[in-house]
């Protein structure tokens, strides 16, 4: 059974604090890794990573995959208020002709802090 | 609006109520999903839908029925819940062949009573 797994559940910081969100992975016929933001209701995009050791960024969130390892990091820099909200990790299958089946982590709940 | 709408956004029904989440996706794809988000657990997906076919049903209690009659809509038919469905559940579409454009709708907040 596919399993995504997220660490930690939940984080407190203060603003202009770094913060790293962790996630591993096993998911049969892996493609790629995608990070979520959530904060009120629909999940938004925010990275897909399909190659190992390539950093994708936008603005002050980057994140990076391994997949040797089966692990990802999401890293925000300069935290602020805004960007407290569920961080959702997923490991998607799809590819091909098929569908995409993503399966979640529980999610890591942040909290900034003025 | 993420180009993937669902209604009600909130909805409180009772154990021997029929109710119907609607979704509805403006992005040409061509695959939808229901996922149920409950509190403290990961998303569950519960059914998907490929070209129109039922290609996955996990395992999903027959009170919840879901129906695709195009592309473009999505329901789930619901019908003597219980109150542990309480939960966010929420619609997804895609291409069938990438996964880069997964959006999210916003969701239906159930509360059952």
């Known amino acids: 059974e596919d399993k995504v797994v997220q660490s930690p559940l939940s984080l407190v910081v203060h603003e202009g604090d770094t913060v790293t969100l962790n996630c591993s992975y096993e998911v049969t016929n892996f493609r790629s890794l995608l990070w979520y933001k959530q904060e009120k209701k629909a999940p938004t995009f925010l990275f897909m990573l399909t190659s190992s050791g390539i950093e994708k960024k936008s603005g002050r969130l980057s994140s990076i995959l391994d997949k040797k390892e089966l692990f990802s990091i999401l890293n925000i820099t300069a935290t602020q208020t805004g960007d407290s909200a569920v961080y959702l990790c997923?490991?998607?299958?799809?590819?091909?002709?098929?569908?995409?089946?993503?399966?979640f982590g529980q999610g890591t709940i942040l909290t900034v802090h003025p | 609006e993420t180009g993937v709408t669902q209604t009600p956004r909130h909805l409180v029904m009772g154990m021997t109520n029929k109710k119907s989440l609607k979704c509805e996706q403006h992005l040409g794809h061509n695959a939808m999903y229901w996922y149920k988000q409950s509190a403290k657990k990961p998303l569950e997906l519960m059914f998907v839908?490929?070209?129109?076919?039922?290609?996955e049903n996990n395992s999903v209690p027959s009170r919840f029925s879901p129906e695709c009659p195009n592309s473009s809509h999505l329901f789930l038919h619901l019908h003597t819940l219980q109150p542990e469905d309480s939960a966010l559940y929420l619609c997804a579409s895609s291409q069938v062949d990438r996964i880069y454009g997964y959006t999210f709708g916003s969701g239906t907040r159930l509360t059952v009573v």
């Open positions: 839908y490929s070209l129109e076919e039922r290609v």
């Open positions: 997923a490991g998607g299958n799809a590819g091909g002709t098929s569908y995409g089946k993503l399966t």
